[in-house]
């Protein structure tokens, strides 16, 4: 995959947004109502093109009635949303949400794609999609046995130097989930960087159930929340 060119030109005219920094309170932006206030180099101001381009895309109707169903869905994790004045009250987990976004689009065969240090997390996720009248196919990360030193890696590059080491293959996963006829996959617990090439490779849509965090037992926005404090070293990264 190619990375991105940052010093590709740019259209002096269409500064590059920045809504992560955006110092509007959230109630009155200007992407949350016509009459919001724009932030700094805000895209909902300046970017009437690419918005253009990406709303055409609408007229898809598979891709319009996938974003329907995924709309309707969004609202449904949200109760007693009659109630005025409204205060969000969420009820649905996310493994709850997959089930019945699966279901709103008549899929009926998952495929469910994971890493080698989730199989106990994998089991139960199977059976719970299955619990709820799902077929399931499922492909761990490692599947195929494809050594290391197909990369062009050596011992050194491997977890446990001195035996054989697999690569991890996400593009095998993603070949033989579509291979199979899964209509929606799952991710669960791939690498960073493993997850992007099956995002690359999977012909059928995929979301994911959980991404792998070594460290903090997969919730990756621990380390985030602690960024203040206890993880400031990220804030303060050693010199490059
Ligand atoms: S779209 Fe505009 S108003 Fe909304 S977050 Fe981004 S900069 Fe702020």
């Known amino acids: 995959m190619k990375p991105r060119d ?20 959230q109630a009155k932006r200007a992407c949350r109502s016509p009459e919001g206030l724009a932030g ?18 609408y007229a898809d109707p ?18 007693n949303r ?10 649905k987990t996310r493994i709850q949400e997959i089930c019945e976004f699966a279901r709103r689009l008549g899929y ?20 719970i999609f299955e619990q709820h009248g799902f077929e399931v196919v499922s492909v761990l990360c ?3 046995a494809t050594p290391k ?26 070949k033989l989930l579509d291979a199979q006829g899964s209509q929606f996959n799952v991710l669960l617990g791939l690498c960073v960087g493993h997850d992007s090439m ?14 792998k965090d070594r460290v903090t037992g997969h919730n990756p926005l621990a380390a985030v929340y602690l960024s203040d404090v206890y993880y400031q070293k990220l804030k303060k990264p050693p010199p490059a």
């Open 82 to 91: 009659h109630e005025r004045p409204y205060v969000m009250q969420p009820c």
């Open 142 to 144: 490692k599947a195929g």
């Open 108 to 127: 009926r065969r998952l495929g469910l794609a994971f890493c080698a240090g989730l199989v106990r997390e994998a089991a139960a996720v199977e059976e």
């Open 6 to 25: 940052k010093h590709a030109p740019k259209d002096a005219e269409t500064p590059a947004p920045a809504c992560a920094s955006c110092h509007v309170a």
């Open 62 to 79: 598979a891709l319009a009635e996938f974003a329907r169903q995924a709309s309707l869905q969004e609202a449904a994790c949200y109760a």
């Open 149 to 174: 030193e197909d990369l062009g890696l050596g011992d050194e590059d491997k977890i446990y130097q001195g035996s054989f080491e697999a690569m991890c293959n996400p593009v095998f996963q993603a």
């Open 198 to 211: 099956f995002f690359k490779y999977s012909q059928a849509p995929t979301t994911v159930l959980a991404v």
């Open 40 to 57: 700094k180099d805000c895209p909902t101001e300046h970017q009437a093109a690419v918005l253009a381009a990406a709303n055409a895309e």
